[in-house]
């Protein structure tokens, strides 16, 4: 009886170990990417976007285990505040107060969970918005919660 005992707590212990173990391998603790290098995205560090027009943003958004949604949010940088997250430096005009900025906040659920997307979103500016620098800032939140940013900075012009 004894020896059935040990071997049971035995069989315990290691089936224990061997479901944290499961546990642990399938959290996710890395964060998505949010890639602009390809010759089809868009907008990039320094790009320019007339008032008045439309442009369509993109992106390649991946993740290792599930994407779940991105953001846009495009504000003006007309204080010269910073939050990029690009290398390049763009020329910045002088600061100026707004009259009538260009504004955009805009959230998108990604279907189907996948692990790559290729995100597109249709963006038109308006031709009356204070032309100037903007920042362009992309967020990308997989399933589990972890999320990245990239802040662009652009122009618009006349």
């Known amino acids: 009886m ?11 212990i290691a089936a224990s170990a061997i ?9 996710d603790t ?3 990417t949010i890639d602009i290098s390809a010759a089809t995205a868009f907008p990039k560090q320094c790009s320019q976007i007339r008032r ?4 369509t943003f993109r992106a390649k958004l991946s993740d290792n285990v599930a994407l779940g949604s991105y953001s846009i949010d495009v504000h003006h ?4 505040h910073s939050h990029s997250t690009e290398v390049e430096e763009c020329t910045l ?4 107060k707004p009259v009538k900025p260009f504004v955009l906040v805009k959230s998108v659920n990604i279907p189907g969970q996948p692990q790559q ?9 308006p031709s009356d918005v204070d032309p100037g620098n903007y920042h362009f800032m992309i967020q990308v939140t997989d ?10 900075s652009v122009r618009i012009i006349e």
């Open 52 to 55: 008045g027009s439309s442009f």
């Open 143 to 152: 399933q589990s919660g972890w999320s990245i940013q990239r802040g662009i």
């Open 19 to 27: 479901a944290c173990k499961k546990d642990k391998e399938s959290i």
């Open 117 to 125: 997307y290729d995100a597109q979103f249709q963006i038109d500016v």
């Open 77 to 80: 940088n007309f204080d010269h």
């Open 93 to 96: 005009e002088p600061i100026k």
């Open 30 to 32: 890395e964060k998505p």
């Open 2 to 12: 004894q020896t059935l005992k040990k071997y049971g707590i035995i069989a315990f």
